[in-house]
């Protein structure tokens, strides 16, 4: 499997990082619906045995069960993998209710629940989940850049920061990555995000490639009318009309371009996410070991470029529709 390294101070990483969200299963917020342990854990195992050199997690996610299952996944491997997490999203005991928290107690106290959860005594990149609230993103970063020192943390990043919170933090301590929406149809970071990363030497790992799932050429309206009652993927603007058969349309469109490839659409949307050079690895989400069999030889995908232009046209004729 391709790696990169993650900009300019970073390590090296598998150009596909398996994404845990979804495994952190039923009774949250942000629930994709009810899932089975056994079949998050052979996922993880499926990653790794596939050349995938990193778990990206969140504290959230499952209310901390994501983190629970990861820990579980890894124990006796940890020495040979990166664990990402992210802090900043937290909850009160006996609570579901998430509150975005980013005071340095409030870190440090994430940061010792995510150590216990993992099974571990560092984290490989500690990220700010969110940048909320937005006045204490300094508070929070500085406690980041106390635990790099202690060796708790080896390298720390953020997610859906914006170019002014970037430069706010970077100034405190050098911003190793940074976590966006990047895929086919939220291409915002392209903007501003890439080339401020680029000139800062701060590494991209793009999240939701698949746009959760919607891209993979799975989904058909049917099957979006069937999503567990649970599954946050129902209240989601790109799943709910009129951007539903937009997207649908669009899938459909894209699927010859993989097709004569011999490739999934679900590889199509992860190399194309790919073949962007700002995009150190894209993080992408599985349940089950099949998905994860079938996405991971996306890392070795190098569309051409007049792959890539066609998919350009396409995507811009989406766009067009609004
Ligand atoms: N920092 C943030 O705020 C943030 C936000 C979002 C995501 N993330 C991270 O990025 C990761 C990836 O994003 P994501 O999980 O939202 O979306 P994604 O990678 O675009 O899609 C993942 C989902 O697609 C479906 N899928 C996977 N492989 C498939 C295959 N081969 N064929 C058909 N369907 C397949 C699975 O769901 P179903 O089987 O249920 O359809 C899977 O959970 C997350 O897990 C998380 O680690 C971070």
Redesign the pocket.
């Known amino acids: 499997m391709r790696k990169r390294r993650l900009g300019s101070r970073g390590p090296e990483l598998s150009v596909i990082g398996l994404?845990?969200?979804?495994i952190g299963g039923a009774g949250w917020q942000y629930s994709?619906g009810p899932q089975d342990d056994k079949d998050s854990i052979a996922a993880i195992h499926r990653a790794l045995d596939l050349g995938i050199t990193w778990i990206?997690?969140a504290a959230v996610y499952g209310l901390g069960h994501s983190e629970e299952v990861v820990g579980r996944a890894i124990a006796g491997r940890r020495s040979k993998i990166l664990v990402a997490t992210?802090c900043s999203r937290a909850w009160d005991p006996g609570s579901t209710a998430i509150v975005d928290r980013l005071s340095a107690h409030s870190v440090r106290k994430e940061l010792e629940d995510s150590l216990r959860r993992l099974g571990t005594d560092y984290i490989d990149l500690y990220q700010i989940?969110w940048p909320r609230p937005e006045a204490a993103i300094e508070e929070g970063w500085g406690e980041i850049a106390r635990a790099v020192t202690e060796g708790k943390v080896r390298f720390a990043g953020v997610?859906?920061f914006s170019v002014d919170n970037l430069r706010r933090i970077h100034a405190i301590h050098p911003v190793t990555s940074l976590?966006p929406?990047f895929?086919m149809l939220r291409r915002d970071a392209e903007k501003d995000l890439f080339p401020f990363c680029a000139q800062n030497g701060i590494g991209i790992v793009g999240?939701?490639?698949?746009?959760?799932?919607l891209l993979?050429g799975?989904f058909s309206r049917d099957r979006v009318a069937r999503l567990d009652a649970e599954d946050n993927r129902r209240r989601n603007p790109y799943f709910t009309e009129p951007a539903l058969s937009r997207n649908l349309a669009l899938v459909d469109k894209l699927k010859p371009i993989a097709r004569r490839n011999g490739r999934?659409m679900?590889e199509l949307a992860i190399a194309w996410v790919l073949s962007k050079p700002e995009v150190t690895a894209a993080?992408?989400?599985?349940?089950r070991p099949d998905?994860v069999s079938?996405?991971a030889p996306a890392a070795d995908w190098v569309l051409s470029a007049s792959e890539v232009a066609e998919i350009e046209a396409l995507l811009a004729a989406r766009e067009a529709m609004g």
């Open positions: 994404g845990t969200w979804a994709w990206d997690t992210k989940h997610s859906n976590q929406p895929n999240y939701s490639p698949m746009q959760m799932g993979s799975a999934s679900a993080i992408v989400g599985g349940r998905q079938e996405t």
